[in-house]
């Protein structure tokens, strides 16, 4: 299996994104969160890329792709959206399925909402779109909301120490020895660039603006019937797993599964993961 990696430039932005796969076959785009990037999708690339054709971008202020300041580039999911909506039809990308983890999943639905025959499937890893998945750990998301002041900025500005990274990978794993720590150092790094912490408080100021979509994204997920796969760690102190069951309200068809592991279920399911992504995107197919 090989990846290629390209770079192409999106609005004066250096996009990056790694491909995989036949692009005659159906194609996946991989949509990344926090605090990580497209790197976290290469070994499912490697494992689906015999039967489909794979795209995973780094998004704006992530991995390879341009970070510039938040005084150059005003960081929302709106924007982040449309760069990757322009980076799908500048190579060409007109029907698709989605595997959206955390972030990924603001960002698809976005998608979605602009044009939802585009969309053939969903595969959602924590990838909330429900008030039911919030946990406690959004407690002081919602204060700084509601008040981005100093003292609201600093238990968010502490998202992006490498104990909080550390901690986002290991919650809820049952067998840490699968944590693998090089996806943790490589993470903690790309945000402790220069000005990647302001990056990452817009941000989470920012999905504010997720919460308030949710209505709508579930009016979509009602009206088109997506084919959904939602396949969550049930310990995810994150999005809890109440977040993935509640698909199954607007999609009944909806397959829910619940593994043992915590956030970043796939880098300790893989095995799994792959599997359950296979069968649906055969599904698909057919």
């Known amino acids: 299996m090989t990846i290629r990696h390209h770079t192409v430039n999106i609005d004066g932005l250096d996009i990056f994104y790694r491909e995989a796969g036949d692009p005659a076959n159906p194609t996946l785009v991989l949509l990344h969160g926090f ?11 490697a494992e689906l890329s015999d039967g489909f054709h794979l795209i995973a971008p780094d998004f704006p202020g992530f991995g390879h792709s341009s970070a510039p300041p938040v005084e150059e ?8 959206a449309a760069v ?19 972030y990924g999943a603001p960002v698809a639905f976005r998608l979605a909402l602009a044009d939802p025959k585009r ?26 909301w509601a008040d981005p002041d100093e003292a609201n900025s600093g238990p968010i500005r502490d998202m992006v120490t490498f104990d909080a990274v550390e901690w986002q990978y290991r919650h809820g794993v049952p067998d840490p020895s699968l944590v693998d720590p090089d996806a943790i150092v490589a993470d903690h790094a790309q945000l402790s660039r220069p000005g990647n912490a302001d990056i990452q408080l817009a941000l989470f100021l920012d999905y504010a603006t997720n919460v308030a979509a949710y209505p709508a994204w579930q009016q979509y997920l009602r009206v088109h019937q997506p084919p959904v796969l939602a396949v969550w760690g049930r ?9 993935a ?20 279920a796939l880098q300790t399911r893989l095995d799994q993961i792959a599997a359950l992504c296979r069968r649906f995107l055969e599904r698909l197919s057919d």
Do not use: C
């Open 73 to 80: 580039w005003k960081y929302t999911f709106d924007n982040i």
């Open 245 to 264: 069951r509640a698909f199954a309200r607007d999609v009944p068809d909806a397959e829910i599964q619940l593994l043992d592991a915590g956030h970043f």
């Open 35 to 45: 605090p990580t990037s497209s790197s976290t999708y290469k070994a499912l690339m």
């Open 119 to 144: 969309i053939t499937g969903i595969i959602t890893q924590s990838g909330n779109a429900y008030e039911d998945g919030l946990t406690a750990f959004w407690g002081a998301a919602e204060r700084f």
């Open 84 to 102: 990757t909506g322009k980076l799908l039809d500048l190579i060409g990308v007109r029907k698709y399925a989605v595997y959206i983890h955390d």
């Open 235 to 243: 310990h995810d102190e994150i999005f809890g797993p109440d977040g």
